[in-house]
């Protein structure tokens, strides 16, 4: 079967269940996942309710496309997300994101949770991808019957949009969160990084480390997708971690939670005022 019948096949299934035309997804990453709890909710499918769809494995991630508004806006939000350590192959990795696309929406807000290797980039603070390292993961742009989704070179160049970039970084200083741009490298995981990666990471120009989201939005740039993606920093990356503690999943997990308040407002205040400046495609 083509990747775009497929991709067709998920949103005519959706689409009997719902009509609902998003204009913005939000995809929600370690921990986030209640970010999806506090907008004006209309429906919710469950990944396992369409028929052959992925399934989340990873804790913390629900599997689930929750509709909605926000200040009027239709979005579409992604309640977990699966990701390459979990076996699959990238084509289904960005399968639900393909298909928020196709069902209308044509901006995306990333979310994930990312290891700091900056002092200056502390757990709890967020990160604003200004540019990304995705190379280490298969890219989802690879194959042979992908035409009818986009071209296959496309070009990387401000891939993040710059006024989506610039109101998440005014929002956060409105707001005293504490927030910066910055390079992020995606890794295969599970495992976290030695201390030799993270230094060759940082050599590389990268600020955090994680294991999802570069792979996605090469997928979203062949779309044409206006995108933003914010890191939560959760921790420290292991040359830097100064704690005789393990870094474990369930910290991980734990600071992303204690990161949602914030989060909620840096995202529903970006919908807010780029809905007011027309920023929204
Ligand atoms: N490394 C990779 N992925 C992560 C990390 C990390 O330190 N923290 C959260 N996700």
Redesign the pocket.
Known sequence: MKEIDRINYYVNQIKKKIDFNPQLAIVL??GLNDFADTIDKVASIDYKDLDGFVRCSAEGHVGRFVFGYINSVRVVVMQGRVHYYEGYDVADIVLPLRVMYYLGARNVIFT?????MREDFKPGSFMVFYDQIAFLVKSPLIGNNLESIGNRFVDTTDMFDKDFRKLLLKIGKENGIDINEGVYIQ?A?PQ??TVAEMRAFKLWGAD?????TACECNAALQLSMKMAAI?C??????GLNLTSEP?T?SQ?QL??QKANQALEILIKQFVKQAKEVNLLD
Do not use: D, F, R
């Open positions: 990453g370690s994930n949770a990312a290891g700091s890794a995981g976290y990084e955090a480390v994680g294991m999802s890191s920093i959760t921790n420290y990356e292991s870094l999943h991980v600071m992303g």
